[in-house]
């Protein structure tokens, strides 16, 4: 009998019959899982979602503590700190404010000339200025103000500094002994509350004078602008004359630490792609929290 005819023993499988084994592995249940392994795989599931989202919570909480009390020691500002805190306002407030008035223009527009509309075809005349101080300049404004902060140098800081946290050169800085925290963050931040207030104010009177210029237009108010100014300034209350502009303080404070913050916290997984969309996602969230904290009625 020749070698190609010997193929194996009476033993040995052939190519056409199934695999005993493989059928055998196949046909195997699955192992199932424990109740109480599937609830502690799905509690430790929840319990990383909720400590990555509340780790910047806590982060921001430690370095707006930290901004404040490095704000009031004089070793803290430096030459190069000055210099930083002086461009970045001057970015911010030079580039901000057509913006910002423009926005105030529409929101005049759109918002009180409209309220001043109703308010007088309905005979409720007397209560435009409270309603435009507790809907147009408390709440409108402040959102608006921190959305144009955002989009235009609150995720230029976070791209900046995650491009410098992600190619080294944040820790170069600190290899020669400089702290980023102050170089970067303090000047940043202070810069953007600065700019907060003051395109608040600019935002708040470019909606206001121009609702009152459209209304004027329409024939809906004859009273001069000096009159209705004062009547809005009259319905102001002692706790708006100091909630307001903490509002916008508090909005520019927390945009430019948040974006600060994300760019510092980047890894080097990270890239544009990613940066971007969680600075905006981070910082509409803190605007908001914000806005509603400053809106309770404690």
């Not at 194996?8 to 052939?14: A, D, F, K």
Request: hydrophobic share 50%; glycine share 12%.
């Amino acid at each position: 009998m020749s070698g190609s005819q010997q193929t194996g023993g009476p033993n040995t499988p052939s190519d056409d019959e199934p695999d005993l084994i493989l059928q055998t592995d196949a046909h195997k249940p699955a192992k199932r899982v424990p109740l109480h392994e599937w609830i502690r795989r799905k509690l430790a599931w929840i319990g990383r979602l909720v400590r990555r989202q509340a780790r910047f919570f806590l982060v921001v909480l430690g370095a707006g503590w930290g901004v404040i009390f490095e704000s009031f020691r004089s070793h803290a500002w430096r030459r190069t700190v000055r210099y930083e805190f002086v461009t970045t306002m001057n970015n911010i407030i030079g580039g901000g404010v057509s913006a910002s008035l423009f926005a105030g223009m529409l929101t005049g527009v759109a918002a009180v000339s409209q309220v001043i509309y109703w308010l007088g075809l309905t005979g409720l005349a007397k209560m435009t200025g409270s309603i435009l101080v507790n809907v147009v300049i408390r709440e409108i404004a402040p959102i608006l103000v921190g959305i144009l902060l955002l989009g235009r140098n609150g995720m230029l800081s976070a791209t900046e500094l995650g491009l410098l946290t992600i190619g080294g050169q944040v820790r170069s800085m600190q290899s020669v002994g400089m702290d980023p925290f102050l170089m970067l963050v303090l000047p940043r931040t202070l810069a953007f509350t600065v700019a907060g207030f003051t395109l608040g104010i600019l935002f708040s009177m470019s909606s206001l004078i121009t609702g009152y210029v459209m209304s004027r237009i329409s024939g809906v108010i004859t009273n001069p602008i000096w009159t209705f100014l004062d009547d809005v300034a009259a319905a102001m209350s002692v706790t708006d004359y100091a909630v307001i502009p903490l509002k916008f303080i508090m909005v520019g404070f927390v945009v430019g630490l948040g974006g600060c913050l994300t760019g510092l916290t980047a890894t080097n997984e990270d890239s544009l792609r990613t940066l971007l969309p969680r600075g905006f996602s981070r910082g509409m969230l803190i605007v908001m929290m914000v806005s509603v904290l400053f809106s309770l009625d404690l």
